[in-house]
């Protein structure tokens, strides 16, 4: 996948990985924004999208991984950096995808 494609592109920070948890934080945000649209879909669909495909896309195990592993060699800085660029970016991007519903709708 992404991260067979990208991670190793830079040595500090898995490329793939933090694509995927930001595509998965922006698909969220529109499951979110469309569901909130979408009273009558039922709890038990919300929850195989939302938690079962969106939550299958994002490498949140991958991600800490990772991070652990930068931690382990000593590389403090760029543990940082990765977990605030993982967590951040992914918040932001769930955020985008919540105001790119409510902008489509009107």
Known sequence: ????????????LALGTLLANLLG????G???GIFALSPSVSP????????GMLG???????????GVNLITRGQYAWAATHILVHV?????????GIFTIQFIKG
């Open 1 to 12: 996948g992404l991260g067979l494609m990208f991670n190793e592109t830079h040595p500090m």
């Open 88 to 96: 951040i970016l992914s918040l932001a991007m769930t955020g985008l």
């Open 25 to 28: 934080g922006y698909l969220m």
């Open 44 to 51: 038990e669909v919300k929850l195989f999208i939302m938690t």
């Open 56 to 66: 299958g896309l994002t490498t949140f195990s991958t991600f800490s991984a990772e």
């Open 30 to 32: 529109l499951a979110i």
